[in-house]
Structure formats: structure tokens, C-alpha cells
């Protein structure tokens, strides 16, 4: 069992920046890759990064490729998810999840443990 905690959202103006991170507990963090998902009001969730377990191969969404970066801390358990450059269609709750497979994932269905979320409002 893996627990997976959120923090770091908040409203920010268009064209600002926020860190997410996640903390993991229970399981040894660095078995898993991890993913960034966030689902808008009305809206699909949607997948935003991946990262391998140790960090060396990274995925993004289109959407979100050269304003967000995803980056891991294996000894402090913990994922980020770096947003600059953030758009008004950005708003959305941010959920970190883990999957024990061991590859890269897009698919939500792929990955075993998620987190509550943390909500992120970007204004026009």
C-alpha cells in the first residue's frame, strides 16, 4: 500500500507559477513510476507528466510540454510538479498516483494508488 498526499496548489494570476509536490508513504517510493493527472469541472481526467522510478525518463501531455516539469526525490519520497507559464485552462485538481509497474503511463487505469488532490486555479 502506498498513501500519496498533495500540496501546493492556490489561485495564481495567468502567466504565473506553482510547485506541487506529493508525498509518498508506506511502500518503498522507488519502486514506482509516478504520474501527474488533473481533472477540470465538467471534464475527463486527463493525464499531465510521468516519471520513472529513478527519474532519468520523463512523458507530458502536449498541453503542458515546455511549461511543466516533473521531477522525483526518491530519498525524501516525494514528486514535484514544476508549472510556469500557467493558463486560465489550467484550473483543475492536480492528483499525483503511483503505479508499481514500472513504465511510464498516460492511462489512469495503469496506475495503482492516487492521492486526494490538490485544486489550482489560474485567473484571467
Known amino acids: 500500500q502506498v498513501w500519496l498526499e498533495e500540496s501546493g496548489g492556490g489561485l495564481v494570476r495567468a502567466g504565473g507559477s506553482l510547485r506541487l509536490s506529493c508525498q509518498a508513504s508506506g511502500r518503498t517510493f522507488s519502486y514506482y513510476a509516478m504520474g501527474w493527472f488533473r481533472q477540470a469541472p465538467g471534464r475527463e481526467r486527463e493525464f499531465v507528466a510521468a516519471?520513472?522510478?529513478?527519474?532519468?525518463?520523463?512523458d507530458y501531455a502536449d498541453s503542458v510540454k515546455g511549461r511543466f516539469s516533473i521531477s522525483r526525490d526518491n530519498a525524501e519520497n516525494t514528486v514535484y510538479l514544476q508549472m510556469n507559464s500557467l493558463k486560465p485552462e489550467d484550473t483543475a485538481v492536480y492528483y499525483c498516483?503511483?503505479?508499481?509497474?514500472?513504465?511510464?503511463?498516460?492511462?489512469?487505469?495503469?496506475?495503482?494508488?492516487w492521492g486526494q488532490g490538490t485544486q489550482v486555479t489560474v485567473s484571467s
Open positions: 516519471i520513472s522510478w529513478s527519474g532519468d525518463t520523463s
Open positions: 498516483a503511483a503505479t508499481g509497474s514500472g513504465m511510464l503511463h498516460v492511462r489512469g487505469d495503469e496506475y495503482d494508488y
